[in-house]
């Protein structure tokens, strides 16, 4: 067997009512807390409540979009001045992402872009993030259990990660309570997102057993999730499509991801379209290219075709024609594709070839320069 390594937060509480224990872990590493959380300061003021109850002095940030470069400057600016105890991130992967870097950055000295890959200079943090507790409130990014953030570059056009074993949050309260009634747009588009992150590591070149495990059940059971959320409220498939996207977290921690994030990381700097539709809209046929490109005698082949199995089952489709059937049912959910994004087919091979240098496509099941993202992005178009 192959040697691997494996690392997670490192306290998990899943399940309705864990947001309840927020305050009191958070109590346990000082006195000064700061939360933050997203656009809507109203949905995180139960926490800030309890926060205080707790006895901590708690300052706010509100992260409104997905976390750039100029937003990180100008709260490093403030941060660093009087530094937290403890973090408490609260929202969508924006804001857990957001709090990780803030996490990571305030206590190593130097710019952001020291730190950053792909655009900066990809040093290593020169100390110890301040501890994180990730309170998720939508089921996609899997962000309270990840080892990096994801950083929009306006000047470069593209996302790129700050990454450190150490980011990992030290406790992650998965509570599937707080996703309920998520709006559907926002439920489909980040519970693809978890999807792909649950599909992609089960590909990789880096899966291990532990990762494998964890995909093999999560698979399916995301896809069950999703689909019964397309229909209707349902506080079970709530608490699957969460654990399939902390499910995701993990596995993508430890066995990274492949071609459908790296060529997201290319489209949502150039687009700022939100992550999860660009991630839905290329999955199937990212997934048909796998097909079409992997050796049938291979071991990825087996697993191909066990992702196949599982979505032409969900689908009540057929085997033949399941990946356009796949993308035909997201795109009649509402998810915008490509061209609606705004990208042009005069884009593809500026796209394929940023998409074939970016960090998630090294673990692609085939090699970067040997994988057709021409023909993947010609398709989405």
């Known amino acids: 067997m192959t040697p691997f390594s494996f690392s997670t937060a490192q306290t998990i509480h899943f399940g309705r009512g864990t947001a309840a224990t927020v305050a009191e872990a958070a109590a346990r590493y000082g006195r000064r807390a700061l939360l933050v959380h997203g656009r809507n300061a109203e949905r995180a003021a139960w926490l800030l409540r309890d926060l205080t109850a707790h006895g901590l002095q708690v300052h706010s940030i509100s992260v409104s979009a997905e976390p750039d470069l100029p937003f990180l400057e100008q709260a490093l600016a403030d941060i660093r001045r009087d530094p937290p105890d403890i973090l408490v991130a609260l929202g969508g992967g924006s804001a857990i992402d957001a709090a990780k870097a803030i996490a990571a950055l305030t206590p190593?000295?130097?710019?952001?872009?020291?730190?950053?890959?792909v655009v900066g200079k990809g040093q290593p943090l020169a100390a110890a993030p301040i501890p994180v507790i990730a309170v998720p409130t939508t089921a996609g990014t899997g962000a309270e259990v990840t080892k990096n953030a994801v950083i929009g570059i306006p000047e470069h056009r593209r996302k790129v990660s700050l990454r450190d074993d150490r980011m990992i949050?030290?406790?992650?309260?998965?509570?599937?309570?707080?996703?309920?009634?998520?709006p559907p747009g926002v439920t489909f588009s980040s519970g693809l997102d978890a999807l792909a992150q649950v599909i992609e590591p089960f590909l990789s070149t880096k899966a291990n057993p532990m990762t494998d495990a964890l995909?093999?059940?999560?698979?399916?059971?995301?896809?069950?999730?999703?689909?019964?959320?397309?229909e209707t409220e349902d506080p079970k498939a709530r608490d699957d499509l969460a654990l399939t996207s902390l499910t995701g977290g993990i596995a993508l921690a430890n066995a990274k991801l492949g071609a459908v994030?790296?060529?997201?990381?290319?489209?949502?700097?150039?687009?700022?379209?939100?992550?999860?539709?660009i991630c839905?809209?290329?999955?199937?046929?990212?997934?048909?290219?796998?097909?079409?490109?992997?050796?049938?005698?291979?071991p990825v082949a087996e697993r191909v075709t066990s992702i196949k199995t599982w979505i032409a089952a969900a689908l009540d489709a057929s085997m033949e024609g399941v990946w356009d059937h796949f993308a035909h049912w997201i795109r009649a959910r509402g998810l915008r594709g490509m061209r609606d994004l705004g990208l042009t087919a005069a884009e593809i091979t500026e796209?394929?070839?940023?998409?074939?240098?970016?960090?998630?496509?090294?673990?692609?099941?085939?090699?970067p320069d040997k994988y057709d993202f021409d023909a993947v992005m010609a398709r989405a178009l």
């Open 169 to 182: 949050p030290q406790i992650a309260i998965v509570d599937p309570a707080l996703t309920d009634h998520c």
């Open 108 to 117: 190593s000295p130097g710019a952001p872009l020291d730190y950053l890959e």
């Open 351 to 367: 796209i394929a070839t940023e998409a074939r240098r970016a960090s998630s496509s090294q673990t692609n099941p085939i090699a």
């Open 215 to 230: 995909c093999r059940d999560a698979i399916p059971r995301g896809l069950g999730a999703l689909l019964r959320l397309a």
């Open 261 to 277: 994030h790296g060529m997201a990381a290319v489209i949502g700097g150039r687009t700022q379209a939100p992550h999860g539709e």
């Open 280 to 298: 839905g809209s290329l999955l199937p046929h990212v997934l048909q290219e796998t097909e079409r490109a992997i050796a049938p005698d291979s």
